[in-house]
């Protein structure tokens, strides 16, 4: 079969028509999946099983349109040409000849057709993939380090900052270049270090560095991009103009734009346009927004407080231009990360949330950080998965390198069990963040949790490199640590944190004091339970923990039951007030069902735990609901319910939840002594320290 008539044959079988047909008919199907999913509460897999199914069908399609007809009298088989005379007389005459559609050059014709679709709809499904998977082609990893204020007097500093964080925003829109955080460049102001460890140290392949001044009524830019290898200078400019807002913002589109040139990666015209959008043209607006969207980083590390500081910069922004709708993205971020922190769980702040998301999406449609938002709030305010990654996938298609993207994803996915799709995500987040010491932290209570502490316990080591004046760092690898069954380690990495947090109650007291328990020491376990000094000794998402259960555990212990049973008594006053004012806070029944164990009432003390389950189970929340199953099977264990405390610790063992159960918790920890010498339990202690979906 030479070409020509190959090619006829693919006209007159109507293969190209088929493949057409079937291009624009599955093509329609999935973007209308897109939409429909996550209406329906199908999970997430559901588009992803459908596309696999698209793609199965491809050359399926492809070799049935070669090899058979559809006719008025039915299907029938196709067959050559010259032979369709014969054919159409006596179909399927004799097996192998030569008028029969099952004849040699057929059948090798319809392997090639096999062939080539497979081929075809492995190269179209790969391509769908990568188009969803944001990462950049073989572009540029691009840093902006921080812009020099060179005003004498040190005015231009807050332009300077926005100045930087308004680059990475519009180089960010650009598809062929992936572009490193500003926190993770943070640590380069007034460096002495050259450009080629900067590129080195950041996996960058082309810096950008410069100064900003504002003198009177002109604003001068300088800026230079430069090869990280090299150390050679690729373009630089120095742009000097009137002071406006809008010649500001058209400074920096130029800037992004002569990157792009010199890097040569290629501008479509809808990137074009988004590099050119002017966000405000308020001064003061602006500057508020800078200030707002580094104090919301912040909170990620330094807690309630920095986060009501980006709501009050936020808010100051919007006052000054009620159209700016990055600047709701931002409000709507603080309001809902402080709901979920359990600074605030009011039905109020979780409206505002709402509300600012709603904003800034209505404001920009194009802003992919407006569903970035929206999908947080559905996170953080419910644990709505379906809905957040539906919003998340929308701001992909957006931007692939939008704010917080790649962390929420990873989050949700953490927070349903998918644990190893989780690093996964947290990883390309650490790739555009690697010198940011919150994501390398994420990335290692990740794998804490799967059980793989080795690593896990080298990001927690880098996240306390990177920001060595957080108390949560070395918090969060104590935790890693004592999971692996190190508690020397752990105690000096918690004591680390004790000392660096400023309000112990509110972020270190806790765990210490649960480090202190698995290294059987409950006099030092008392000791710091004394000295909170309020009714609540310890909150945070997981635990609301009373000063006086925090007591009566520790005097417990060590065997002074009188003052114990008295301590008990009075968290059990407290916990029953809160939990009649908050009817739906796990982490205080959970704990009122540890207090009323302390006064040997049973009944009370299963209820309670149970609730805590209820509200929170570890099949809707997998890190925070197997803290919540893990306290259920202590009471069980107080009172003896032997059966029931293993079912919940074997079923435990089975999830992504290491820092919160594992075979050398298990074995350090007094509390399960009394079933240790359970067969069930010994199995527990001999099973793998790393966890396997």
Do not use: C
């Not at 391509?127 to 073989?138: C, R, V």
């Not at 259960?549 to 059990?572: D, F, H, I, K, T």
């Not at 264990?637 to 293993?646: H, I, K, P, S």
């Amino acid at each position: 079969m030479n070409g020509p008539s190959f090619l006829a044959e693919l006209k007159r079988r109507k293969v190209v028509r088929v493949a057409l047909v079937y291009g624009a008919t599955a093509f329609a199907m999935l973007e209308a999946a897109d939409l429909i999913v996550p209406r329906l509460a199908l999970p997430d897999w559901t588009i992803t099983l459908l596309l696999v199914l698209v793609m199965l069908g491809f050359p399926i399609a492809l070799a049935l349109a070669w090899a058979f007809d559809l006719t008025p009298e039915g299907v029938r088989p196709e067959v050559p040409t010259e032979e369709a005379a014969t054919a159409h007389a006596a179909p399927g005459v004799a097996s192998g000849g030569r008028g029969t559609w099952v004849g040699g050059r057929t059948l090798l014709a319809t392997g090639v057709m096999l062939a080539l679709g497979l081929a075809l709809g492995a190269g179209w499904f790969a391509g769908s993939s990568m188009a969803g998977s944001g990462a950049p082609s073989d572009g540029h990893r691009v840093a902006v380090l921080p812009l020099r204020d060179m005003d004498p007097d040190g005015s231009s500093a807050i332009l300077a900052a926005g100045v930087q964080e308004d680059l990475l925003t519009r180089l960010s829109k650009i598809g062929e270049l992936s572009i490193i955080s500003r926190t993770s460049v943070e640590e380069y102001a007034g460096t002495s270090k050259s450009i080629p460890e900067i590129a080195s140290e950041l996996g960058a392949t082309a810096i950008i560095e410069g100064g900003v001044q504002r003198a009177g009524d002109h604003v001068r830019i300088n800026v230079q991009l430069i090869d990280g290898r090299s150390d050679e200078h690729l373009w630089a400019e120095t742009f000097d103009r009137p002071w406006s807002m809008d010649n500001l913002f058209a400074i920096q589109s130029e800037i992004a734009e002569r990157v792009a040139e010199a890097l040569r990666a290629a501008l479509s015209p809808d990137e074009r346009a988004r590099i050119d959008d002017r966000p405000t043209e308020s001064e003061a607006a602006y500057e508020l927004y800078v200030q707002a969207r580094n104090a919301y980083q912040r909170g990620g590390a330094g807690g309630p407080q920095d986060l009501r500081e980006a709501v009050r910069f936020a808010e100051g922004a919007i006052a000054a231009d009620s159209s700016f709708a990055e600047a709701y993205a931002v409000l709507s971020l603080a309001h809902a990360f402080l709901f979920w922190i359990q600074a605030d769980r009011t039905p109020a702040r979780l409206e505002s949330a709402r509300a600012a998301a709603d904003r800034a999406a209505e404001l920009d449609p194009s802003l992919a950080e407006a569903y970035v938002a929206k999908g947080m709030y559905h996170y953080w305010g419910f644990l709505d998965y379906d809905a957040a990654l539906a919003e998340f996938r929308r701001a992909e298609r957006l931007n692939p390198d939008a704010f917080d993207l790649y962390q929420g994803f990873g989050s949700v996915h953490r927070r349903q069990g998918r644990m190893n799709e989780a690093i996964a995500y947290f990883r390309r987040s650490l790739e555009n963040n690697p010198r940011t010491a919150s994501v390398a932290s994420t990335v290692g209570e990740s794998l804490g949790l799967a059980g793989r502490f080795a690593e896990a316990d080298s990001l927690h080591a880098l996240a306390i490199r990177l920001d060595p004046t957080a108390p949560f760092y070395p918090l969060f690898r104590a935790v890693t640590v004592v999971a692996m069954g190190d508690t020397a380690r752990a105690r000096i990495h918690i004591e680390a944190a004790a000392r660096l947090a400023d309000k112990p109650e509110e972020q270190v007291r806790g765990w210490h004091q649960h480090i202190l328990r698995l290294a059987r020491d409950p006099l030092a376990e008392l000791q710091v339970a004394e000295q909170a000094q309020d009714s609540i000794g310890f909150s945070d998402q997981y635990y609301l923990l009373p000063s006086a259960l925090m007591r009566a555990e520790a005097l417990r212990r060590l065997g002074r039951e009188q003052e114990a049973r008295s301590a008990y008594s009075a968290a059990v006053a407290l916990l029953e007030t809160w939990v009649e004012n908050r009817p739906d806070d796990e982490r205080a029944w959970s704990s009122l069902g540890l207090a009323y164990s302390g006064l040997g009432r049973e009944r009370e003390a299963v209820r309670a735990a149970r609730r805590g389950t209820e509200l929170l189970s570890v099949d809707r929340e997998a890190w925070r609901g197997a803290v919540r199953a893990d306290d259920l099977a202590r009471v069980y264990v107080r009172f003896g319910r032997r059966e029931a405390a293993l079912d919940i610790l074997e079923d435990l063992m089975d999830r992504p939840a290491r820092t919160v159960v594992s075979p050398a918790l298990l074995r350090l920890d007094r509390e399960w002594d009394p079933i240790r010498a359970d067969a069930r339990f010994r199995a527990l202690l001999a099973a793998p320290a790393e966890w396997s979906p």
